[in-house]
């Protein structure tokens, strides 16, 4: 929890961003780790919504198997790829 929150003082600026196996809440100015959204002042369907985005995002990820061998999107392309399309 960050220093603001903690203490019940005034507003902090958030940074939403996913990870995996934490919350998504992030004090922009206090790099502490992520926050704990309980004693933040969000709507229910915001809250809601971003919890649904890092339910989506955690359930793309397989922790049993390395990155290496997990399956790639059909669409990405690699560098490799690339560099070897014909040019006109």
Sequence with gaps: ???EVAKGH???KLKVMADYGCFA????????GPIDP???????GLA????RWVDLLES???WDVPPENRP???SSAT???LDERPTQ
């Design 79 to 81: 560098r490799k790829d």
């Design 25 to 32: 809440y992030w004090d922009d100015e206090c790099p502490t």
């Design 10 to 12: 005034g507003p902090i």
């Design 38 to 44: 309980a004693p933040l002042p969000l709507t229910p």
């Design 1 to 3: 929890m960050t220093r």
């Design 72 to 74: 790639q999107p059909a």
């Design 60 to 62: 793309m990820l397989n």
């Design 48 to 51: 809601e919504d971003v919890q």
